[in-house]
């Protein structure tokens, strides 16, 4: 992307994935021109690295010195309400990291805080911007498999993530790409969910989760989440979802990664989705963000209302496998 129609955005969290967002606004050619995280190493540091000319503690002084013209969230999920909502109140579109929010109740002020000021919220639902998943969606609206029927994900992930996120729930934390992917095959909304859930010694939060969901138009999806794989196995390598239709099967499997480093510590680079140096899926999200933000992309790829259904089924999930599988409505309108 280039000319003069390319705004300058702020990117809020500098951990691992707002690092990401950075290097992939440089890779599109946006320029980064502010940066927000509460650790004074961490943004000078960052933005030594990555040429940011402006550093802010918080997203009020941010704003004091002047309202970017789009901006990344991607502070952790607890966080996102109050950034999300200070953002949208100040005009300023935002790109808002998976999940939206970590509440059905948070997510829904993100929502009305958008509609309230007319402002751009993109939810950052990443796998809807990854070429095979996005093929994938496209035979499945084509009608190459003719009426859909079911959906199965399985995403596996190391026992870090227990470490890392003790408190978060999986459901909230990685089966929310598996929903959102649900909802975009199955073409309609959720509306009943059952769950269950296991833990392992040592582990506050679930390592397994295993979700049954029906649709408005009788789909079933199945979704399955652990964190179950040795420390240093890598993100990405162990991803599936399968459509099933009247007329064929189809696949995205990303259990085959294009280099795998099996030494002391197995490796395989993430070169689909979020590599780090910019491009992938994370690049034509935010491609497609700033086309948004500029009007040269009429139509969403991941509409406001998907990423509040999305933390709804979450929400529901969690909540179904606490009372041991017992069934979970959904409600049509979160916001009523």
């Known amino acids: 992307m280039s000319g003069a129609r390319v705004p300058a955005v702020a990117v809020v969290g500098a951990g691992a994935f707002g690092l990401r967002h950075v290097a992939a606004y440089r890779s599109l050619g946006v320029p980064v021109t502010a940066l927000v995280d509460p650790d004074p190493a961490t943004r000078a540091r960052v933005a030594a690295e990555h040429d940011v000319p402006r550093t802010f503690a918080t997203v009020a002084e941010l704003l004091a010195a002047g309202a970017p013209a789009a901006a990344s969230v991607c502070v952790p999920g607890p966080a996102h309400r109050a950034v999300a909502v200070a953002l949208l109140a100040a005009g300023v579109p935002v790109l808002v990291e998976k999940p939206l929010a970590a509440t059905v109740g948070d997510a829904a002020a993100i929502v ?75 073409q309609a909304p959720v509306v009943e969910v059952r769950a269950a859930a296991r833990t392992r010694p040592g582990s506050a939060s679930p390592v397994l989760v295993w979700a049954e969901l029906r649709h408005a138009n009788d789909v079933v999806s199945s979704i399955r989440n652990s964190y179950l794989l040795p420390e240093h196995t890598p993100n990405h390598t162990s991803d599936l979802v399968e459509v099933y239709g009247t007329d064929g099967v189809a696949h995205v499997d990303l259990g085959h990664p294009t280099l795998l480093v099996q030494a002391e510590r197995t490796e395989a680079p993430d070169w689909l989705l979020s590599p780090l140096d910019g491009g992938g899926a994370l690049a034509a999200e935010l491609r497609h963000f700033i086309g948004r933000v500029t009007g040269t992309e009429p139509s969403a790829v991941v509409p406001l209302a998907d990423g509040l259904h999305v933390v709804q089924v979450a929400a529901a999930v969690a909540d179904s496998a606490a009372a041991g599988g017992a069934p979970r409505r959904i409600s049509p309108d979160p916001l009523s």
């Open 112 to 186: 009305a805080a958008a509609r309230t000021h007319g402002v751009l919220c993109q939810p950052g639902h990443i796998l809807r911007h990854s070429a095979p998943h996005r093929a994938l969606y496209d035979a499945v609206r084509a009608g190459r498999l003719g009426q859909v029927l079911a959906v199965s994900s399985r995403r596996d992930r190391p026992r870090t993530l227990s470490r890392l996120f003790p408190h978060e729930h999986p459901a909230l934390l990685t089966a929310v790409h598996d929903i959102d992917l649900a909802i975009w095959y199955a």
